[in-house]
């Protein structure tokens, strides 16, 4: 009779066991939701901070571009140090300033740029980049009109006055650039050979590995000032579509890129981006 009551014991114990277990999943489901929403509410608050308030926050301005570009962005030696320079750094640290951040600069390959917007590494892009439709990014307004030049070998000057002289000559370019376009869209019978830096570009034609260079004129001026055997040829000068160069940011940036383009007419009602072209073009005969 003992072990009766025992075992009757057991069971009803078991079955209150069971009863709590059941009881409790709803318990759990509920606060499952009541996590949900307030994952939900989490998001949405994230989502009311806006991109400018989120550089405000961190504190800095990352800014992505590839300094190889003179007068645009380049490297000098000033006080001893190496730092990156030109038309370009000084809008950023405008920009910078303008949003009371500090700027952080990230020199990288130019085709990696648009990728760095895209992963969130880079916050813009500020590298003589020409806001091509095909370009994955939101552009700022134009900041500086572009035309493009052709750079040669001085021992060529008799032999290259014209595109037409450029039929089966190897004609150098920086890969992923408007350059690279206009020379596969109109230079149909040269050798187009695409290559990392503007600096590899001079350093092929010096060599004479190619016979010429597409490059934005202001960057064909510094290279050709600097370079005792290399030129321009005079009175050939190419017309980028895009009509110039522009900040870039992520796609979709509406936000950023409206507040780019407010800092930039302040930039331009104040006449900067002369002042600071012609310091960075003076700063590059010098440097480089």
Not at 171 to 177: D, E
Request: hydrophobic letters at 45%; one cysteine or more; a negative charge.
């Amino acid at each position: 009779m003992k072990k009766m009551s025992i075992l009757l014991a057991l069971l009803l114990l078991v079955g209150l066991v069971l009863t709590a277990c059941g009881n409790g999943e709803p318990q759990g489901t509920n606060s499952n939701q009541a996590e949900a929403e307030l994952g939900v509410e989490v998001e949405d608050t994230k989502a009311k901070v806006g991109e400018v308030q989120r550089i405000i926050d961190k504190g800095k301005l990352v800014l992505g571009t590839n300094a190889d570009y003179p007068p645009f962005e380049f490297h000098a030696i000033i006080d001893g140090k190496d730092q990156i320079v030109g038309l370009d750094i000084e809008i950023g640290k405008y920009i910078a300033d303008s949003l009371g951040v500090e700027l952080e600069i990230k020199d990288m390959a130019f085709n990696n740029l648009l990728a760095g917007l895209d992963t969130g590494m880079l916050d813009i892009v500020i590298a003589g980049m020409n806001p091509k439709p095909e370009r994955k990014a939101n552009f700022s307004d134009i900041y500086y009109e572009a035309n493009f030049s052709v750079l040669i070998h001085k021992d060529n000057a008799d032999q290259i006055n014209s595109l037409e002289d450029l039929t089966d000559k190897a004609v150098g370019v920086q890969i992923a650039t408007v350059q690279e376009d206009i020379a596969k869209n109109e230079l149909n019978d040269s050798e187009i050979i695409s290559l990392q830096s503007s600096a590899d570009l001079v350093m092929n034609l010096k060599t004479k590995k190619i016979h010429a260079t597409i490059m934005e004129t202001p960057v064909a001026q510094s290279f050709a000032k600097v370079n005792d055997d290399i030129m321009m040829v005079e009175g050939l000068v190419l017309k980028d579509e895009s009509g110039g160069v522009a900040i870039a940011v992520k796609e979709g940036n509406d936000e950023l890129t409206e507040k780019i383009n407010e800092i930039l007419a302040e930039i331009k009602e104040k006449g900067l981006i002369e002042k600071w072209f012609a310091e960075a073009q003076a700063l590059a005969e010098e440097k480089l």
